[in-house]
């Protein structure tokens, strides 16, 4: 198993640049927008994404390997543009709802439990989109069609593209006012972005 | 009368800008050109540089020269679209733009990463953009804005024209100035996302009259389409209602970048607290929404202020002026001593990298005119 865990780890680290360019867009904001001058903070809404796309990496996993085992096409075509709007709305709405974390607020949209932990929820949707990396290890797993091997393989393959991200706190303390102001107008216009682009690939079905 | 303490030293000043101007002019413009464009070229920022010095008012006499330099642009590569008549006789291509640089910068980076790792790294364009900019963000900084970037000219030169501004736009002064920097934050994480210049095919206005880059559906490019006019608005509307620069001051990505990065440049506009009487006066002149009310009423400069020089006048008691570093130093204002001043060395740096970015099409601009008129008359 360990040599499954280094191979999905290799893949991961080889193939991580794509997951900073889905991840980014979406995780930097939010992290400008309601990050604090605190490490604590701001280390916490990372863990809290990165547990999002762990859940995600996961589901893949296991999806990945009932395909290898049934042949079933895997996830429906409508699953990543609509992830991709309930992701706009995830960061939208945590723009109206949420007052900074920092400053004591809460982060709670009363839509639903799951969108109370709104970093988990941005976390498991940009998760569950599929890019190259993630192609290469869906395919790898499907010739497995093994569970156990299955996620070991995602763990790895988590850990090693969750090391690209971590750039991303790194100017977080030196948030002030004026830059969460920035980070919230971010969040809107790539909100809008990601509205746009799942309402267009939901037409386009 | 000529005022020969002040000719002398502007003719000198003039002779100064032409030199440069003139060998890069020809060096740019001469191989495809007749010489005559690039000359006239060069006399045009050559005369500006005298007529700043002569008269001392900077901005007007930049603002003339700024226009005729966008307006240049606009003559060359895209009046075309209007009529074949107006088809730039040379130089098809147009130049790179500065202002994709900015939402760019991480694509660039990967690519000059791959072409490290190719080997072939002196092969690829990144790093020698990058020189560039960083050269031209030395000489001048934030000035770029306000001299040389063909946009800016247009939003400039617009902003002039009404007397009054029909629209009162003081309220974008607070929190919504620092949009640009938002817009370009969101642009540089998407455009390494997707691997496309992201700006340049949603709301780049003058893309809109070349080729769309993307084959997208009809209902991205409808998108795109409605994102681009509203730029174009932005651009051409906007500052004849606000008599402000809209554009440059709202969805310019390079601006905000260019604050940022402006900051290791030397030149400054500072205020002198002991002159200003906390008017306002410099808040409402700034075309740039980059002047805040302080302490006391009185001004704050913000890192978007590129250096137009609009304030300098509207301040009577001469509160405000151009600065190296922010430090003070006493300038003189007649004779040759004039030039040594932080003013003039500004000038001439600005005026200089203008004029040679300029030739880049302002002297073809010149040959099409001349054809056109060749063809009327």
Known sequence: MLSILSEGFVLGLSTGFYCLTSCLPVLVPYLLSEGGKAWKINFSIFLEFLSGR???????????????????PYLPDWAAPLAMALTALAMLSSLIFCRSAAAGGVCAPPVS????????????????????????????????????????????FFTATSIFLLPAIAPTPFLNERLKVIGRMTLAIAGVWYLLLGITGLIGL | MTDRTKFQPALAFSLAVLLPVLFFSRRIAGAELNPIYPVLWTLFTALTAFFIIYTGRVSFYRRIFFSGL?????????????????????????????????????????????????????LWGPLTLAFLWLFFTLVIGRAWCSWACFYGGIDDGLSALPKKALVRSGFP????????????????????????????????????????????DAFVRKIQLALMLFALAVLFIGPLLTKKRTFCSFLCPFGAWQAFWGRINPFRVIVDNEKCAACAACLDSCPMYAIKAGREGKPEIAAYC???????????????????????????????????????????????????FGALFAPAALKDIADLLRRIL
């Not at chain 1, 709104?118 to 569970?147: E, S």
């Not at chain 2, 640009?180 to 642009?187: G, N, S």
């Not at chain 2, 210049?197 to 993307?214: E, N």
């Open chain 1, 54 to 72: 762990f859940i995600a990496y996961f589901l893949f996993a296991v999806v990945s390997v009932l395909i290898g085992r049934t042949y079933n």
């Open chain 1, 113 to 156: 439990p799951f969108f109370k932990r709104i970093p988990l929820a941005l976390g498991f949707m940009t998760g569950i989109n599929v890019c190259p990396p993630f192609v290469a290890a869906f395919v790898r797993l499907a010739g497995m069609a093994d569970m156990t091997a299955g996620l070991f393989y995602f763990t790895g």
């Open chain 2, 70 to 122: 966008a307006v240049s642009f606009l003559v060359h590569f895209k009046l075309s679209l209007l009529s074949k008549v107006f088809a730039s006789s040379c130089f098809k291509d147009t130049p790179y733009c500065h202002i994709a640089i900015a939402p760019s910068f991480f694509n660039y980076l990967y690519q000059q990463y791959l072409a490290l790792m190719s080997g072939d790294w002196r």
């Open chain 2, 173 to 216: 002064a607070g929190w919504f100035r620092d949009f640009p920097a938002a817009l370009l934050i969101f642009l540089l994480l998407v455009s390494l996302a997707y691997m496309l210049p992201v700006y340049c095919l949603w709301l780049c206005p003058l893309k809109m009259t070349s080729a769309f880059l993307d084959s997208g």
């Open chain 2, 306 to 356: 590129n250096l137009c020089g609009e304030c300098l006048p509207s301040c009577r008691r001469g509160g405000l002026r151009f600065s190296v570093f922010g430090i003070k130093i006493r300038d003189a204002r007649t004779g040759f001593g004039r030039l040594l001043d932080p003013e003039s060395f500004f000038v001439f740096c600005a005026l200089v990298t203008a004029g040679t």
